[in-house]
T-cell receptor, first 113, second 111 residues
Framework: DAGVTQSPTHLIKTRGQQVTLRCSPI?????VSWYQQVLGQGPQFIFQ???????GRGNFPDRFSARQFPNYSSELNVNALLLGDSALYLC????????????FGSGTRLTVV | DAKTTQPPSMDCAEGRAANLPCNHS???????VYWYRQIHSQGPQYIIH???NNETNEMASLIITEDRKSSTLILPHATLRDTAVYYC????????????FGTGTRLTIIP
């Protein structure tokens, strides 16, 4: 089975631009979460979606938005990029009530210049 | 804020058991202890979790104290590929809770 897949793997954007990151969860997983990991720190929770509805939001500005599609894939959008948005963006999927935690993708490395 | 406290770094000789401690003194009765690890430039990888009993799987063992205020992750025969940052997280078990990562323990396996 394919794991959690994220695209693109690397991305360079200019300040003020907008970016869309994509995530495909493991087949059968209906929950998708997004995390931001700045260099040297642990991942920070951004959003969680389940059955296309937002179930949780972390302490991030409104420039960050996300959505989940009927096939349970998800997109994370960031508008008006700042230098501080440079980070590894991780997607994780889970099967609700699962007994084995979350499965993370390898992430998208976003660099804002 | 993270609900757990871990040492920032540890070393372990290859082939020896690596014992990684974690304090979670404010853990609630319905919260599990989860361990993840993150190898450089990859996403975190689930290792093991437990509620109050000791647990073992093919990767590691988890020892939780009787009062549940601390736990230890044991890698029985550490290899160089176990070099990673290890995160101890407390979370409810429903699969829809956010994970609150701390800074973890950077484990270095020494040849």
């Amino acid at each position: 089975d394919a794991g959690v897949t994220q695209s693109p793997t690397h991305l360079i954007k200019t300040r003020g631009q907008q970016v869309t990151l994509r995530c495909s969860p493991i087949s059968g997983h209906k929950s998708v979460s997004w995390y931001q990991q700045v260099l040297g720190q642990g991942p920070q929770f951004i959003f969680q979606y389940y059955e296309k509805e937002e179930r949780g939001r972390g302490n991030f500005p409104d420039r960050f938005s996300a959505r989940q599609f009927p096939n349970y894939s998800s997109e994370l959008n960031v508008n008006a990029l700042l230098l501080g948005d440079s980070a590894l963006y991780l997607c994780a999927s889970s099967y609700l009530m699962a007994n084995y935690g979350y499965t993370f993708g390898s992430g998208t490395r976003l660099t804002v210049v | 804020d993270a609900k757990t406290t871990q040492p920032p770094s540890m070393d372990c000789a290859e082939g020896r058991a690596a014992n990684l401690p974690c304090n979670h003194s404010t853990i609630s009765g319905n919260e599990y202890v989860y361990w993840y690890r993150q190898i450089h430039s990859q996403g975190p990888q689930y290792i093991i979790h437990g509620l109050k009993n000791n647990e073992t799987n093919e990767m590691a063992s988890l020892i939780i104290t009787e009062d549940r205020k601390s736990s230890t992750l044991i890698l029985p025969h550490a290899t160089l590929r176990d070099t990673a940052v290890y995160y101890c997280i407390v979370s409810t078990h429903f699969g829809n809770e956010k994970l609150t990562f701390g800074t973890g323990t950077r484990l270095t396996i020494i040849p």
